[in-house]
């Protein structure tokens, strides 16, 4: 048997709601849009100046940085520009103020533009011993303090839906690979493991979504689409915001948090062992400790660069 990924589509997952606050400016501001986009945009920043350096700042940092993209005649967000647009364009004008901003947290960096993750040519090497081989290219890394915690790919809206295609599996490869990565460490727990989520982000243009991966049981990995985050290109559509946009993006941050901080304990943890000579530090049995032989994953496959090429498959990947 090789690695099964069940898919399992649907776009009503509950996400946390903003603060009653927030809420209530945001709802005036979205109002105030629809005549005067310039008193919006003002509120926005007032309201950044009030809340700044807390997090209810990048709230109102994300809505200016979109009523100034609806205010430009020539901007990424009208339709004319996105045709002729490329992925540079829409990642630099889009989409980085707002993960820059949404990621903005002094555990995790933002690393942009086709950079190989170790931990993926390591997997790659594993997959392909006889090749020279390199990781994947990706668009964009999101990197706790040891290891990769979250991948992200973009393309411009005029390639079609092979490059969407390509991209889409390339992130649920990478996925696994940071998975596996956060599930192997030494001292991350059964427990840790059963509960693990490691959510990716792909754009096409302007329309972006999010996906996360769970193990559902030993070896069987599970994607599932949590939902839409389009940049609006209307202001009847600012809205959208904040309903699905940041509490979908803040989601995929606790999470990619969640991940960093159980990858450091473990690491730590292993290196407090390391010093202790003594016995009597030994951990007394518990349940994780029962578990210890679970498998709970697999190994994973990667495509060979060589023309017919025969498929080769990692020994553990069975």
């Not at 400790?289 to 495509?303: H, I, K, L, N, S």
Request: net charge positive; proline share 5%; with cysteine.
């Amino acid at each position: 048997m090789g690695t099964y990924i069940l898919f399992c589509f649907y776009e009503s997952r509950e996400m946390p709601s903003l603060p009653d606050d927030v809420t209530e400016e945001l709802e005036d501001i979205e109002k105030i849009a629809k005549t005067d986009l310039k008193r919006a945009y003002q509120l926005c920043l007032k309201a950044q100046a009030r809340y700044a350096f807390t997090p209810k700042e990048c709230f109102f940092e994300i809505y200016a940085h979109v009523i100034r993209l609806l205010n430009k005649k020539n901007s990424i967000v009208q339709t004319d520009r996105a045709k002729k647009a490329t992925e540079q364009d829409f990642v630099n004008e889009a989409w980085t103020p707002i993960m820059t901003t949404i990621f903005n947290d002094d555990e995790l960096i933002l690393k942009w533009g086709d950079s190989v993750p170790q931990i993926s040519a390591v997997a790659k090497k594993r997959a392909l011993p006889e090749e020279d081989v390199l990781g994947n290219r990706i668009d964009l890394r999101v990197i706790g303090k040891n290891n990769d915690v979250l991948a992200g790919e973009f393309a411009n809206s005029k390639l079609g839906s092979f490059k969407f295609t390509s991209d889409h599996l390339k992130l649920l490869r990478e996925s696994k690979v940071i998975f596996d990565n956060i599930a192997n460490q030494r001292y991350t727990s059964n427990r840790e493991v059963r509960r693990l989520i490691v959510p990716s982000f792909q754009a096409n243009g302007l329309d972006g979504e999010v996906k996360i991966m769970k193990l559902f049981s030993p070896g069987l990995y599970t994607v599932q689409h949590i939902g839409s985050v389009d940049i609006p290109t209307n202001v009847n559509y600012l809205r959208d915001l904040r309903k699905k946009i940041i509490p979908r993006l803040n989601y995929v941050k606790y999470h990619t948090l969640k991940n960093a901080n159980t990858v450091s304990n473990s690491l730590e943890k292993e290196a407090r062992k390391k010093k202790k000579k003594s016995n009597s530090y030994e951990r007394s049995p518990s349940y994780d400790d029962a578990e210890v032989e679970t498998r709970w994953t697999r190994g994973t496959w990667f495509p060979s660069r060589k023309p017919s090429a025969p498929i080769i498959i990692p020994s553990d990947l069975l």
